[in-house]
């Protein structure tokens, strides 16, 4: 699981840096003690997209980057992007409790945190449970790409 999250993480980042070219794209970046999957900085300022694949807990990264633009810790503004696989949909339809604890944090945060945006999307691939994995997954990272580029 952990190479096609940093496969899917690469991609990202560099479909990223094709489309919005005005920011430095980078993954795994530290914010205090917190890594972020992909980073896109300029000077006025910074996407955050945390690409959920199977986390137990989803709602923690928008928890921790919150609190983070409300001490402070960032000059200019943030804008987070929390994009959840396909493992948080539901079989009987809707998404899992999971996703909506995050998209509800998030969403607060984004009314009440002043520099802070944030906005939930879907990323449509079914994340591996261990083991290989197909090549088909690159289509979902570049509409997440196309996606993503309209809202920056």
């Given amino acids: 699981m952990a190479a096609f999250t940093d496969a899917v993480h690469d991609a990202l980042r560099d479909a990223l840096a094709e489309r919005l070219p005005g ?40 928890v921790k ?19 959840f696989s396909d493992y948080y949909e539901l079989d009987s339809g809707g998404v899992s409790s999971k996703r909506k604890n995050a998209v509800f944090v ?25 083991g290989d994995y197909a090549e088909d997954w690159r289509p979902a990272v570049d509409a997440l790409a196309d996606e993503l580029a309209e809202l920056v």
């Fill in 23 to 62: 920011f430095e794209w980078t993954t795994e970046e530290r914010v205090r003690r917190t890594p972020v999957d992909v980073t896109g900085e300029r000077a006025d300022r910074r996407v955050f997209v945390e690409v959920e694949m199977r986390r137990a807990d989803p709602a923690n990264n928008p």
């Fill in 106 to 130: 998030g969403r607060l945060a984004d009314d009440h945190i002043s520099g802070f945006s944030y906005r939930a999307l879907d990323l449509s691939l079914t994340p591996p449970k261990h």
């Fill in 65 to 83: 980057l919150a609190r983070y633009a409300d001490a402070g810790d960032f000059d200019c503004p943030v804008f987070l992007v929390q994009a």
